[in-house]
Structure formats: C-alpha cells, structure tokens
C-alpha cells in the first residue's frame, strides 16, 4: 500500500519505514502535538544530498542538548535516511527537507519532559521550481518576536506561534512575510528567515542574540566580510528599515531571496547593480563549490 508514489511526491520516513506522507501518523500523546515539544531543521537537497548538512546536524545537537532531549544519531544514518527518501521520487530529483525529532510520548499526560522516548520524524517535499523567484512583499508585524529570556532564539524549536500569527496578519495584508520586532523595538527577523536590510552600501542585520543563528546568515555574512562590504550586525529600530536602499532575506529554503517592499515602500533589491543581486550570485557559486568538494 505504502509503494504507491503520491502525485505530490510527498514522502516521510517515520518508524523506520518511508511511506506517502499522507498516511504518516503520530500518537496523540506525542508531545509536539501536545505542546510543540520539538526541535527540528530544514534542508534542502541538492544532487540528492543535504545542502550545509553537517552545519544542520551540528544546529540539531545544539538544539536537542539545550531543550534536554536524549537523543542521539550518527550523521552517517540521517544520510542513509535521505537517501531513501531521494529514491522515492519520480519527477523530482531534488526536495525540502524538514527533520524533526519530537520528545515523543509520555503516556501518564504529565507536564514534565521525563521518561519519553523521542521519535525522529524525516518530511520530504519536491522542491518548488518558482522558490525565490518572486522577490518578497513584507510588513511589520503587530506581533513581537519572543524574547531570548522566555525561549532562546539558537534553539530551533517547534513553539512558532508568533510567527505563525504574524504569517497570518501578513497573509491578511496581501503580503508575503512579516518582519517580527522585539518587545522594546528591534528589528529581529522574518518569520522563518534572517533580515537584512542596505542602506548607502551598508548592510545591517540584528545581532545573533535575538535570532536564530541562520545557516545562510552565516554564509551571507562570511561573503559579505570576503568582498569588502560594510556589514553592521546590532539592534535597529523598526524606523531604519523606512531608510533602507533593497534588503533581502536568508534561509535554508529560500536562499538569499530579494525582497521587494516593506510596508508597502519599494525597495531596489532587484536591481541588477545591488548588493543583494550580487550576494545571490556569490551565494549559488559557493553553494556549487561546497557540493562540488572544492571548498568546505
Ligand atoms: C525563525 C527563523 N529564522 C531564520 C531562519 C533561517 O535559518 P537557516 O538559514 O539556517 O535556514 C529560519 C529557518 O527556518 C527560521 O525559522
């Protein structure tokens, strides 16, 4: 029954076992269905193998030891897990992968993490052929980022219930993403990308500690640093971005994505002469690199 491909091309592995991600299930007492008690990482493949994936794995430990979930694995086996997925595909060779592992179950309902056994979960979608093509619509969200001192931003956990409201108020205002302000005012990031923005040929980004420590945040930074260009990581009021020449967004996903507006202002992201235009470029060159061996 599980052999039949899936016309979406949706597969998961679960339980030891690949199957149409449709007829995946998790127990009601899992406690990521409960309570978002989850930590998890998103990759996408190319050539059939993880983009940045020892940087992944390295996050997911992080992530685990922090939110003290016993689980350990060897890379080697997330590979294998990849691979089994990647053969599943009939009309695409390349997909987005979400690895969650989840507290797991705790069969008398108490709230503390105690005695659950974690359940790994590997989703896999076809990579959509128009991601990143269409540069983002963005507001500011009316939503606050949640504060590193109630849940530390480097953990990637699967409580995103500000973001998920501020998709929502951006959806509702015919925007694309929202940008997620601290408490006090601060530019932080997207829902699920880093931000950054230029202005006279500087770029800024908030600092590492109030977002997740991005893959692609990292990379961006590290090309920008190599060609020379001013880079300010720090903590800027909603009001700069009214100033901003073109800003772009990171993610695993998305790559350096453009993006077009904020609150309705246009911005110059996409033109051929910009710093974002030409970060995308150096960012797909290094991408080639590291899957080609030359550079890691
Ligand atoms: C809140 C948030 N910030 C930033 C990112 C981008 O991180 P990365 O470049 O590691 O994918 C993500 C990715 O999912 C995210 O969820």
Known sequence: MAEMSPETGDWTWIDGQVMPTREARISVLDRGFLYGDTVFETVRTVDGRGLFL??????????????????????????????QLIER???????????TVSRGDRL?????????????????SPISTNIASKPLELIVSSHQKTPPEVIDPTVKSGNYLSAIRARDEARV????????????????????ANLFWVI????FTCDGDLVLNGITRSIALQLLKE???????????????????????????????????????????TDPASICQDLIGKYLQYCRHVMNGTTR
């Open 200 to 203: 006279d040929q500087t770029v």
């Open 89 to 99: 595909q009939v009309n695409a060779t390349d997909v987005v992968l979400r690895i």
């Open 54 to 83: 020892d940087q992944h794995l390295v996050r997911l430990r992080n992530s685990l030891a922090r939110m003290g979930i016993d689980f350990s694995f060897e890379d080697q086996w997330i590979e294998q897990l990849i691979e």
């Open 227 to 269: 060609h020379g260009i001013e880079v300010r990581e720090g903590r800027f009021r909603a009001i700069e971005l009214k100033r901003a020449d073109e800003a772009f967004a990171t993610s695993s996903i998305q790559g350096i994505r453009a993006i077009g507006s904020v609150d309705g202002r246009a911005l110059a992201s």
């Open 108 to 124: 008398d309902g108490a709230l503390d993490g105690f005695g659950c056994q974690p359940k790994l979960v590997l989703l896999s």
């Open 173 to 192: 205002r015919g925007a694309d993403d929202a940008v997620l302000l601290s408490p006090d005012g601060v530019i932080t990031e997207l829902t699920s």
